[in-house]
C-alpha cells in the first residue's frame, strides 16, 4: 500500500498479447469487444490487434456519493445495437478489476441483453476485498497480470511520457507475476 | 510513397501533448470529446491527460465498395446523449486525416445535432488529394504532425510491440515537423 506502479505503454501491449494469447488458448471466440470507458479503450484497442473484432464501447462514469460506494452511472450505452448482442459472445475490457464495483454493474447490464456468452478481461487484478462481485453467470475471467493494491500509474495518465517511461523501467521488478 | 513510418507510443503520446497544447492556446475550451473508433480510442485517451473531458465514442467502418469509395458506416452512434451535443463545444478526434472521408461523414452527422462548434484533432494529417472535405462550419482544424503520404504503422497494431518500437527509433528522423 502506498506504493506506486508505473507501467510503460509496452508493459502493457506486452501484457495485452500475453492476455490474448490465453483467451484465444482458452478455445473463447467472441463475437464483439465491448470496451469499458475511458480506462478500457487502449487495452481494447491493442486486444483488437490481436482478436480482431469490432470494439463498442459504454461510457461509465463512478460516483462516490457521501464517501460510501461508488455508484456507476452511465455516460455512453450501446443503443441501438444493444439488441445486437443477443446471442452474441462479449469479451467485456477494461484496464484495472479494482474495487469490481463497475464490472459488476456493466456486466449486469450487458447481461440483460441475453448475450450467449459474457467473458471479463482486465490487465490488472487487484488482489483486495471487493465491493462488487463477478455474477454467477460469467464463466471466464482474464487477468493479464495478478497485483498487490498498489496505486497503477498507467501511461496514458502521464503528463511527461518519457519521466513516467523511465520510471516504469525502474519499477519493472515490481510488477507482480504473470497470472 | 511505399514508404513505411513507425511510431512509437511515446511519440505518439508526446505529439498528443504538442496538440492539447496547441488547443489551448488557441483558446478553444470543448465542452465534451468525440472519439472516432477505432482510429481514435487512443489519441482521444491520451488527450483527455491534458484536457479533462467526458469522451464519447462513434464507431465508423469504411467499406471500399468496387475499390472506389470509402463509404463509411456505423457501427455505434451517440444515441441518447447525442440530444446532449446540442449547444456543446465538440472536440472530434481521430488518429489520422487521410482520405478525409470518415471525418467529413463524421462531421456532417454531428452537426446536424446542432453543436455550439465542432473542432477537428488528428495526430497525423496527410498531404495528399483528398476525397471528402472538412465542411464550412468547422473553423477549427488541428493537426499534430503534417507528413507526406506515408502508410503510418501505429504502434497499437503492433504484433510485436519491442521489434516496433526499435523501428520507430530508427525511422524518427524520417518524422514529418510539427505543425
Redesign the interface.
Known amino acids: 500500500m502506498g506504493d506506486k506502479l508505473y507501467l510503460?505503454?509496452?508493459q502493457i501491449?506486452?501484457t495485452v498479447?500475453s492476455l490474448a494469447a490465453r483467451i484465444k488458448a482458452d478455445g473463447f471466440e467472441p463475437d464483439v469487444i465491448v470496451?469499458i470507458?475511458?480506462g478500457g479503450?487502449?487495452p481494447?484497442?491493442?486486444i483488437?490487434?490481436?482478436i480482431d473484432l469490432?470494439?463498442?464501447?459504454v461510457?461509465i462514469?463512478a460516483y462516490d456519493s457521501n464517501n460510501q460506494l461508488e455508484r456507476p452511472r452511465k455516460?455512453?450505452?450501446?443503443?441501438?445495437?444493444e439488441k445486437k448482442l443477443t446471442g452474441k459472445k462479449i469479451l467485456l475490457v477494461d484496464e484495472v478489476d479494482d474495487t469490481r464495483t463497475t464490472l459488476e454493474y456493466c456486466l449486469t447490464e450487458l447481461n440483460s441483453h441475453s448475450p450467449a456468452e459474457t467473458a471479463v478481461a482486465v490487465l490488472h487484478h487487484k488482489q483486495k476485498p471487493k465491493l462488487g462481485v463477478i455474477p454467477n453467470f460469467v464463466e471466464r475471467y482474464y487477468a493479464g497480470v495478478d497485483i498487490e493494491d498498489v496505486w497503477i500509474a498507467y501511461?496514458?495518465?502521464?503528463?511527461d511520457?518519457?519521466e513516467h517511461?523511465d520510471r516504469a523501467e525502474l519499477s519493472e521488478s515490481a510488477v507482480g507475476s504473470e497470472a
Do not use: N
Not at 76 to 81: A, L, R
Open positions: 510503460s505503454y509496452r501491449h506486452r498479447r470496451a470507458g475511458t479503450f487502449i481494447a484497442r491493442m483488437k490487434t490481436y469490432p470494439i463498442l464501447t461510457g462514469r455516460i455512453q450505452w450501446i443503443d441501438e445495437v501511461p496514458w495518465d502521464a503528463e511520457i518519457d517511461c
